[in-house]
């Protein structure tokens, strides 16, 4: 079992940036599949970025080129650098993973991003 806990969410002006945390209860050097997720107001939640194996990742079009993910193996953390946000960047943000495929997965409690002037 994985517990994993979001931080680092918070008000930012657009322009700005946040790195997002997600600290997990165990090793997570071979968890296959780890992502981020969010979900706007009135939307559904959609893929942000994923990091597969920790060589891998993959980025939604929206988001190419502002955000990074990545993992800090020693640390059991995966990061969401954010820059450049938009308004439409508004959302609770979820960490998630995926220990095999096809295995169990798990969330995070999510953390809110808020992009306002």
């Known amino acids: 079992q994985v517990q994993l806990v979001e931080s680092g969410g918070g008000l930012v002006q657009p322009g700005g940036s946040l790195r997002l945390s997600c600290a997990a209860s165990r090793s997570i050097e071979s968890i296959y599949f780890m992502a981020w997720y969010r979900q706007g107001p009135g939307k559904q939640r959609e893929l942000v970025a994923a990091n597969i194996r920790g060589t891998v990742t993959n980025y939604a079009d929206s988001v190419k080129g502002r955000f990074t993910i990545s993992r800090d193996n020693a640390k059991n953390t995966l990061y969401l650098q954010m820059a450049s946000l938009k308004f439409e960047d508004t959302a609770v943000y979820y960490c998630?993973?995926?220990?095999?495929?096809?295995?169990?997965?798990?969330w995070g409690q999510g953390t809110q991003v808020t992009v306002s002037s």
């Open positions: 998630y993973a995926r220990v095999n495929i096809g295995g169990l997965l798990y």
